[in-house]
């Protein structure tokens, strides 16, 4: 039996303690055996109270930790751990292994998805990126991770790296073209969801296609004639400015091509 | 019954010409009349030798004419149409309804979607945007469009303009993303693959909250150290002035909230 205490009541931690919940009923070879975490407000209502500490002098031993607080609290966190040479893992997609506290076997578990507490998530899809110190303890990680995702991947602190600043292109800054997108909508009256198949259809069509070749509209083709329609429509000057910069380096890309 | 006759062969006549084929075989009153285009290689395979006319002069007599030609093409091809007070509707998201040639009566049927002749689409979830110079017009056109799709919207010239550069937002700018997002992934050789099910949850996210509320990440948090790690981190000075520019956008429209 792996004995797993989390660290953690965020965003993340709140979707890995329901799918550590959730796997232990299936696999109970797995045990989510103690949740520390200041605050219970943001816990699942499933975790039972038992499990839940507010205090790390009642922490027991484990066989795992993992460690789901932010950034910079990863290093006075697991400071804190006393149990010696214990396996703990964080799940950040910026810090490197190293920001865990010395004497502890350090770990990454960093699971590469957009979590909101109030929107659930099919853990079985979401991309887990393992890194670890030891062949054994990436292989501890490993088989953990496979038992509750499809999606593993050994990724080091480098291409963690990458990853991390990749994601916020295509995530973050996604999510806020969506965001101006809607703001033209409001400002004509017309509703955003006319907009949400193309949305959808967009982030499919990378499914298949390289994002090079899945590139469409008026910059693409340099339809100069559009092009200027579109400055000219948009009164806000900074959505003028990011307009014409976007289309500037669409055009950039597509002379590489 | 409705004789339809369709001008055009690129991706929009592509995917167009394939649904009303799909739709005369369950719906007889739509007939696909003939298709007028002067290149036969794009024209889906599906269609009938007999119906594909590449002049003019073969025109027969229809009930609704859809014209799926690029953007400035639209006015000199409806000017070739001899068939006098034909209902003619162009579909493109840019363009005025008074780009279609005077003696005509003149529509707007938009459906607002991405379309690569590559790839398949269903065109019952494509939003068909709507516009006619009369009741009657609009009417006819609204009955087929609700026999092709789900989604089906009234949505004026002023409007479709917004609408056009919202999609250029929330699409072609976003495809962008992606290819940045690519382009990191590759230099640290980190497969484009693991960012897949982010896209699709990002994506999908903004079904149920606003782009507002579903914006996650450094630049929302304002986490300084990261967004200086990343900063650092990207070499390319075009995609480090876009990181910077973009994350100053998210954190003005976080201000407002």
Redesign the interface.
Known sequence: MIRINVIGSG?VAHHLIRALLQLEKSQPQWQLQQVMARRAKQLPHELPAEKHIDDIALWKTADLCLVAVS??AITAVTEQIKQEDLLVAHTSG?QPMKAIATGLRRAVFYP?????I??P?DFK???L?LEAETQSDLALLKSLAMALSE?V?N?DS??R??????????????????????E??E?????FE???????????????????D???????RN?K??LK??VD??QDE?KRD??Q??TH??Q??VKKL
Do not use: W
């Open positions: 965003n950034d910079d910026s590469l998805q957009t979590f909101s109030q929107k998530v899809t979401v991309p990126c999606k991947y990724i480098q291409q790296k990458a990853l991390h600043v990749a994601a916020v292109f295509a995530c973050n800054f996604v999510n806020h073209m969506y965001h101006l997108s809607a033209i909508c400002q004509e009256k017309v509703p006319v907009l949400l198949p193309l949305i959808e259809e967009t982030a499919a069509k990378v499914k298949a296609l390289h994002p090079a899945a590139q469409t509209g008026p910059a693409r339809d004639k559009t329609a579109h429509f948009l900074k990011l307009y910069l976007l380096s669409i950039e890309h």
